[in-house]
């Protein structure tokens, strides 16, 4: 993974997005002719809907799950129908037809939605493909009826605005930027005569203008993201490829299949999470779909993020450990860190070394706690530690937080995720009684996550589980 590529990437992004979301939200407020609350309302949707396009199209496309958006579209749906009752609910005491619409539309919702996730994910019967003109006609249906009955048809406007933005990213599926442009607009003009936007302060042209902008922004960033997640793994699996000596058509396959390959030998395995023997024997012999895995998972965007916020925490002598690919050590050394890399002997090892060869990186290797500890009595001991997603793989947890310690310098950071047990999509990770930000504190450390990481870091970095501490003082 070339981390200066993806950060170019997002500097890219976030221009085109500051670009669209600030036409969107002038243009709506250029178009209102009068202030009413339910112009500003749908300004206000406006808003959201362009703080919704800095952050989904990536979070749903760049990653390797082909079935994450269509689970996300049926997660949301759920979202629109809570909505509706909270909505309905709110305008009960004032209007008893709105109230009526606004239940009848998330009833509408529940029914499309339980349809599709009945029959669509299952391949035998529909497929997830046919998703999107479900539930875009269905939506429109939907607007169609409501247009006949309801008086406070602004609403009607947001509800469009919600499936372009739906349509366009969720449900785009290799249907490039005109298509969903086109077919908004051709909504929005049917709609037009039945809403009637003049009403709420809005110019008549209004609507079509919108639905169409919001289709081109949404569908414009979600091309960008889908280009970057398609470059990303072709890129990887080349690398895999030239590595195993695997076709680079296998080597896609694999990285997709990979980690439902991991979590059934888990399963078959059955492992007392004690036996530490046992462990590292299932551990060697899944080694090369391990690989695999841990590339995939790299390739999603929560974790580029992260890693992009872990290169900006690190500083002087950095230890990797449970380095795993070696991706995030190999990318420490790019710029200019002095940096070790941990893990035990096995393919991702093999991997790490075989890449900084072909980047002529300068990284020291190690594979045993004995090396670590000559090591730092030769050179000193670390400025960072960064072990993450690792100790939830290793049963003896508080030994392990002891040993690093011991390793970390004075005013050293720690940068870790800590466990938090089994998942149903990460079955393998092991559970510890221990709290681990307890015993760091206890041993001098002080947590180094301001307010704006917890508000504006990534997705990751936010999380209780992420700890970033320092240490205050020379614990031996």
Known sequence: MDYREQERFLERYA???????????????LAMRKVTWESVTFLAAVVAVAGTLSYLPKYLHIHHEPDRRYRWA???????????????????GRDRIVLEVVLGSGVWLALVNLFLKTVCKREALLGYRWMAPFYFFGDLLMILLLATV???????????????????????????????????????????????????????????VMAAGVAASASALTLMAQHQARRNLKKTALDLSAFTGMPEAEAETRLVSSHALIIESWKKAALDEKDKAALARWYSENALNYMFSLARFHLTYKHI???????????????????????????????????????VPGKSREYAEWEAARRKANLRFLSSKEELQTE???????????????????????????F?????????????????????????????????????EERGLRSLKTPWMRLMGSEILR?????????????G
């Open 74 to 92: 049926v997660r949301a749906r759920w979202i629109m129908v809570a909505t509706s009752v909270v909505f309905a609910v709110a305008v009960a």
């Open 305 to 343: 993020t992260f890693t992009l916020d872990m290169l900006r925490l690190s500083r002087g002598r950095c230890l990797d450990y449970g380095a795993g690919k070696g991706e995030l050590a190999l990318e420490l050394a790019r710029r200019g860190l002095d940096v070790t890399y941990y893990d």
């Open 404 to 440: 690093l310690l011991s390793l970390l310098a004075p005013k050293g950071r720690l940068l870790m995720t800590v466990p938090e047990g089994a998942t149903e999509s990460q079955p393998m990770h092991l559970s510890h009684d221990l709290s681990t930000l307890g015993m760091l």
């Open 376 to 402: 730092v009595a030769a050179r000193g001991k670390f400025d960072t530690i960064l072990t993450l997603d690792v100790l939830e793989h290793l049963p003896d947890l508080r030994g392990e937080l002891e």
């Open 15 to 29: 221009t085109v997005w500051m670009v669209a979301a600030g036409a969107l939200v002038v243009g709506a407020s």
């Open 463 to 475: 999380k209780k589980h992420c700890v970033v501490v320092e240490m205050d003082r020379d614990i």
């Open 150 to 208: 309801m008086k406070e048809k602004w609403f009607l406007i947001a509800a469009l605005l919600v499936i372009a933005v739906e349509f366009a990213i969720v449900l785009n599926d290799g249907l490039g930027i005109w298509f969903p442009i086109l077919l908004m607009a051709i909504s929005a003009t049917i709609l037009r005569q039945a809403v009637l936007p003049e009403a709420y302060g809005f110019g008549s042209g209004y609507l079509v």
